[in-house]
């Protein structure tokens, strides 16, 4: 039952986005939070961040690093000139030449125009990008995923917890443990009184509430990338996704029922309607019905792919950024086997992980941000860094390793040495 249920339970296939949302009555740089918003926001960052463990990798500042590069990605996504008649001629950025975003322009325009909500380039911008640009809760949903993916994560990978029966591998079935306790302790965080005005800000609606839940879930969990099982499925996912005919017609996943369209007429309205018109327009509304699925489809596996692409964003930088974050990973790896808790000395398979993890997920990964089309030219550019990162590793990660275990050597010397040279409780 659903007592019993887990957040990997509440995972789903299709998230339905608002339809064409345009929550953009005014440029967003201009919309001013309420203080009181402001001041729990930052409440709830310092409280999370103090639920991340010292961890060498899975800490803080990488958890920020990975709200930084969502915040990027989302900031990247463009529409090429082929499909929009672009605001800024030639320039293939987010932004316009006074910071406005593109998304608020298109708008600004469409409103200027006495254009209705569903008109001009807003309405191509929202389908393009699978209506991730329309809806302000996805966007934050995504950034805060990013923040909270990591909580209290313990330093070993998600096998050790479940080998080693630990209490949270047990109440979370041994799937995705670490994913579904961030999650978990988190919402329980964001639930506490103090929050209570954030919250509001969030969330003006039950509604808005439980989409937010459901793109948290889906986001974090997608972060799981150990499981080959949950790979698998979300493999097909994306096929299922982008294997649809560009008109929205699938044949996998028919709902029975349309929820209010724009006009108020929905599928089992249409179809007990009397008239000659009343077959056409419930095909008309089952066509609709199929795009809009078609696009959320689109929109849930885009954006668990945008989070997994900020989580191992490092391996998608300048190499110097990739190998501080690699080394850090060393760090954090040697640890856990000088505690007994992995019984393998990270360097001596580490050369070849790092060539099979490019090949097999890094690369993929950021050619399937460039393969749907959604951030435009920009993916080109994870996808170069991803490629340089590999070849120069491939050249230099040998001799990397060696300079690895050294210097790990070296710090744990000189922690033990200042730890020596405190003095003992005795001589105080």
């Not at 249920?5 to 009555?25: F, H, N």
């Not at 808790?341 to 090949?359: A, M, Q, V």
Request: aromatic share 8%; charged share 30%.
């Amino acid at each position: 039952g659903k007592f019993n249920q887990t957040v990997l339970d509440e995972v789903k296939e299709i998230i339905e986005l608002p339809d064409r949302a345009s929550k953009y009555k005014c440029d967003p740089a201009t919309v001013k939070l309420d203080p009181a918003v402001i001041s729990e926001l930052r409440e709830y960052v310092t409280a999370i961040s103090q639920m991340y463990r010292h961890n060498s990798f899975h800490c803080f500042e990488h958890a920020s690093h990975v709200v930084q590069s969502v915040t990027k990605l989302l900031s990247r996504v463009v529409t090429p000139d082929k499909r929009i008649d672009r605001v800024n001629s030639g320039k293939d950025n987010a932004t316009s030449n006074n910071g406005e975003s593109e998304e608020w322009t298109y708008q600004q325009q469409d409103m200027n125009k006495g254009n209705n909500r569903n008109s001009g380039r807003t309405k191509q911008l929202h389908e393009y990008t699978y209506g991730i640009t329309s809806d302000p809760l996805t966007q934050f949903a995504c950034a805060f995923s990013a923040l909270i993916h990591d909580v209290d994560h313990c330093g070993v990978p998600n096998t050790v917890l479940v080998k080693e029966g630990v209490g949270i591998a047990i109440h979370y079935k041994n799937k995705s443990v670490a994913e579904q306790n961030s999650v978990d302790l988190a919402w329980e965080l964001l639930g506490h009184d103090n929050f209570a005005n954030l919250r509001r800000c969030i969330c003006a609606t039950q509604s808005e509430l439980e989409r937010f839940r459901q793109l948290v879930v889906n986001s974090v969990m997608a972060t799981d990338i150990a499981d080959k099982d949950l790979g698998a499925l979300r493999k097909a996912r994306w096929e299922r996704a982008f294997a649809e005919q560009d008109d929205g017609e699938s044949d996998c996943n028919r709902p029975k029922s349309l929820a209010d369209s724009s006009d108020g007429v929905s599928i089992s309205d249409a179809a007990h309607s009397s008239g000659p018109n009343a077959k056409q327009q419930c095909s008309k509304h089952e066509r609709r019905l199929s795009r809009l699925m078609a696009q959320n489809r689109k929109a849930t596996i885009v954006i668990e792919h945008l989070i997994q692409a900020s989580d191992v964003s490092h391996c998608m930088q300048h190499f110097d950024i990739y190998m501080k974050w690699n080394y850090r990973l060393f760090q954090e790896m040697s640890r856990a086997y000088e505690l007994d808790r992995s019984n393998t000395e990270p360097s001596l398979g580490w050369f070849k992980s790092e060539i099979w993890f490019f090949d097999n997920y890094v690369i993929p990964l950021a050619r399937k941000l460039d393969e749907c089309g959604v951030f435009g030219a920009h993916s080109q550019e994870y996808l170069n860094y991803a490629l340089q990162n590999r070849k120069r590793f491939a050249l230099t990660g040998k001799k990397a390793i060696e300079d690895y275990k050294t210097r790990y050597q070296e710090e744990k010397k000189m922690k033990n040495k200042k730890m020596s040279a405190k003095p003992s409780f005795d001589e105080l």
